[in-house]
């Protein structure tokens, strides 16, 4: 997907505008232009960049042998992390050949599973110190990194259902994307600190 997004952003160089559409803003017009050489390949640079920062990870976590217990499930974290930036990639794409249709509510679908995506992988990852709900209490105690991570995990994909509404409701999508995973982040936390307290 890195690889295809930097051909398209050669192969789309010649005709992109000199300023192309790059941020939208919560009525989802448009409010900032860039270059169309960062327009095309600023995606495919942070792509590489957060690439390789999820190759590094596993490596230099003090707990990596907890990080191969889930492995399978951080890998598949990636590929959806690159293709929701690859997806974002040519909806930006389209809108700069003047196919025009509203960001936030295309953009709504792609939230929904990723954030389904951080459900299955705060489900079962085991503790480390750079994956998941890492609280100073989740840090401390097996247990309560157990107990947080499983609800933590049903609520993201609970969050992530909820998005997915924001396909059939365009004024509100927004909402429908950021309240939920808001609540669930802060929950998360409330929960471990809570859990620990108890034990």
Request: net charge positive; charged share 15%; glycine share 6%.
């Given at each position: 997907?890195?690889?295809?997004?930097?051909?398209?952003?050669?192969?789309?160089?010649?005709?992109?505008?000199?300023?192309?559409?790059?941020?939208?803003?919560?009525?989802?017009?448009?409010?900032?232009?860039?270059?169309?050489?960062?327009?095309?390949?600023?995606?495919?640079?942070?792509?590489?960049?957060?690439?390789?920062?999820?190759l590094v990870i596993?490596?230099?976590d003090p707990l990596?042998?907890?990080?191969?217990?889930?492995?399978?499930?951080?890998?598949?974290?990636?590929?959806?992390?690159?293709?929701?930036?690859?997806?974002?990639?040519?909806?930006?794409?389209?809108?700069?050949?003047?196919?025009?249709?509203?960001?936030?509510?295309?953009?709504?679908?792609?939230?929904?599973?990723?954030?389904?995506?951080?459900?299955?992988?705060?489900?079962?990852?085991?503790?480390?110190?750079?994956?998941?709900?890492?609280?100073?209490?989740?840090?401390?105690?097996?247990?309560?990194?157990?107990?947080?991570?499983?609800?933590?995990?049903?609520?993201?994909?609970?969050?992530?259902?909820?998005?997915?509404?924001?396909?059939?409701?365009q004024s509100y999508?927004?909402?429908?994307?950021?309240?939920?995973?808001?609540?669930?982040?802060?929950?998360?936390?409330?929960?471990?600190?809570?859990?620990?307290?108890?034990?």
């Amino acid at each position: 997907m890195i690889l295809i997004s930097l051909i398209i952003g050669i192969s789309f160089y010649p005709q992109m505008p000199e300023k192309m559409a790059f941020h939208w803003n919560l009525e989802g017009h448009v409010d900032r232009y860039v270059s169309k050489f960062w327009g095309l390949f600023f995606e495919p640079f942070i792509s590489i960049g957060l690439f390789l920062l999820f190759l590094v990870i596993p490596k230099i976590d003090p707990l990596r042998q907890n990080i191969e217990k889930f492995r399978k499930y951080y890998d598949g974290f990636v590929v959806l992390v690159i293709a929701f930036l690859f997806y974002l990639y040519l909806l930006t794409i389209f809108w700069n050949i003047d196919i025009r249709f509203s960001m936030i509510q295309f953009l709504a679908p792609a939230f929904g599973i990723l954030f389904y995506g951080c459900g299955i992988l705060t489900e079962n990852a085991k503790r480390n110190w750079f994956i998941g709900i890492r609280t100073p209490w989740t840090l401390s105690s097996e247990k309560v990194w157990e107990k947080t991570h499983r609800i933590g995990g049903k609520l993201f994909k609970v969050a992530g259902v909820v998005a997915l509404f924001g396909v059939f409701f365009q004024s509100y999508a927004l909402f429908f994307i950021l309240i939920p995973v808001i609540l669930v982040a802060a929950y998360t936390v409330v929960y471990s600190y809570l859990e620990y307290q108890k034990r």
